[in-house]
């Protein structure tokens, strides 16, 4: 038995090296070349279609020869690990940030604007739902604010979100541009660009979860050795408001709510 599956999976290994490399592999044993080039060109429209659903910023941004050869290089070099054929665009972005034989015309921006793109898609694949007890109406001083769960937040170097055909910046910003991605109550991608200080609180926010907003604030204040704490504490309240009216924030967590998951 063992060796039956030894040859069965020597068998499969090799079928799919020629349909990923055909100019670097032989087909198999039985197999013609004409029938492996109808498999390659299957396999690979569908990589390519997939990815440039993903991707289509990218897809229009870069010569076609180049997305040509991005898409052929990460068919013919990548080993997939994920199930989810939805998800598969995310290993291009993993193999675009991988160290590898870059094309001379590939844009700086490429690898962020693939991360801005892939976001954009994540935020929608998520299925996370809220699993900690909120009020819709708390007061957010006073509470714990709750975060919409697909939340995403990035710092990028390039205006990722302003590329077009129209606009490809030739050099990094002087300031790293904040944004946040997140699905919205329409079941739709939304974005945030955030300053500096307002991407610090929302940070503060998604990794401490037992702090009020207000402690939020006044940490924040801390941190920044802010001159006029009791300034930036009216700026950041307002924000609060903000994120909740945008879906961002859902509600307020308090600790008289006792577990009870029915607020919603």
């Not at 079928?15 to 390659?40: K, M, T």
């Amino acid at each position: 038995m063992s060796t039956k599956v030894t040859s069965l999976q020597a068998a499969q290994y090799a079928f799919a090296n020629a349909i990923r490399d055909p100019g670097n592999h032989l087909p198999p044993a039985g197999v013609s070349a004409q029938r492996l080039a109808v498999y390659h060109e299957l396999f690979f429209n569908n990589f390519r279609n997939s990815l440039e659903s993903a991707y289509p910023v990218l897809h229009d941004v870069v010569e076609p020869s180049l997305w040509e050869e991005l898409v052929s290089g990460f068919f013919r070099e990548h080993r997939c690990h994920t199930p989810e054929f939805p998800r598969m665009p995310r290993e291009f972005l993993d193999w675009l940030t991988l160290p590898r034989d870059t094309q001379e015309q590939e844009p700086a921006f490429l690898p962020q604007l693939a991360l801005w793109e892939w976001t954009e898609l994540e935020v929608l694949l998520d299925p996370a739902i809220p699993m900690r007890p909120l009020r819709i109406d708390a007061d957010l001083l006073d509470s714990q604010p709750v975060l919409v769960p697909s939340l995403r937040l990035h710092r990028f170097d390039y205006p990722v979100h302003r590329i077009a055909p129209g606009y490809l910046p030739d050099a990094a910003l002087s300031e790293p541009v904040h944004l946040a991605a997140y699905r919205n109550a329409q079941d739709e991608a939304a974005f945030l660009e955030l300053s500096p200080v307002s991407a610090a609180l929302l940070q503060n926010i998604q990794e401490n979860h037992d702090m009020t907003g207000a402690e939020h604030i006044d940490q924040l204040a801390s941190l920044m050795g802010h001159p006029r704490p009791e300034q930036l504490f009216t700026f950041a309240a307002a924000f609060l408001d903000e994120l909740r009216d945008k879906g961002v924030l859902l509600g307020g967590c308090t600790s008289t709510d006792n577990g009870d998951r029915n607020h919603v």
